[in-house]
C-alpha cells in the first residue's frame, strides 16, 4: 500500500497537511440510515462479505452509497492487485467498516471519532465482528 506520509517528508501529523485521496462531496454522507439499509449492514458477518464480496453484490446494492466510498477508498490507496491476502484483508477492512454501521445502527459518515478509536482499538476490546475477523476460517474460492 502506498500513500503519502506527512511524517515521512519530515512534518507531523496534522489533518490539515494531509492530501485528499478521495472526494468526499460526491457521495451521499447522510449519517442516519434508512430501515432497509440498517437491516442489511445488521445482518452482514464477516463470513457474508468474503462470500459474496462487495463489488457487484446485489444483496449490498441497497447500502451502495455506504459501500462505493470504501472501494474508491481501497483504490485510492494503491492495494496491490496481484497479491490475493493484500485483496482480503483490504476487502475485510472494507466490510469491518459496514458490519460496525450494523453495530453503531449509524453510517460511518456520522461516526464519532471515539467510534473510529472503537473500530481499530488494539487493547483487546474490539468489537464483535473484528474479533469473528480474526478468528474466520478463509472460505475456498473457485
Known amino acids: 500500500m502506498t500513500a503519502p506520509s506527512a511524517l515521512a517528508a519530515g512534518g507531523d501529523a496534522r489533518t490539515e497537511d494531509w492530501p485528499r485521496l478521495l472526494d468526499v462531496t460526491r457521495y451521499d454522507r447522510r449519517a442516519r440510515l434508512t430501515a432497509v439499509e440498517a437491516g442489511i449492514v445488521a445482518s452482514l458477518s464477516i463470513d ?5 464480496g462487495l463489488v457487484n453484490a446485489a444483496a ?8 462505493q466510498p470504501l472501494l474508491d477508498a481501497l483504490e485510492s490507496l494503491h492495494w496491490p492487485r496481484d497479491d490475493r491476502h493484500q485483496r482480503r484483508f483490504a476487502r475485510d477492512a472494507a466490510g469491518l467498516v459496514l458490519i460496525r454501521c450494523g453495530e453503531l445502527g449509524q453510517a460511518f459518515w456520522g461516526w464519532s471519532e471515539q467510534d473510529w478509536i472503537d473500530l481499530v482499538n488494539t487493547d483487546g476490546a474490539h468489537s464483535d465482528a473484528a474479533r469473528a475477523a480474526r ?3 478463509t472460505p475456498a474460492r473457485s
Open 60 to 67: 449490498l446494492r441497497p447500502v451502495a452509497r455506504l459501500v
Open 48 to 52: 457474508r462479505v468474503r462470500r459474496v
Open 135 to 137: 478468528s474466520a476460517p
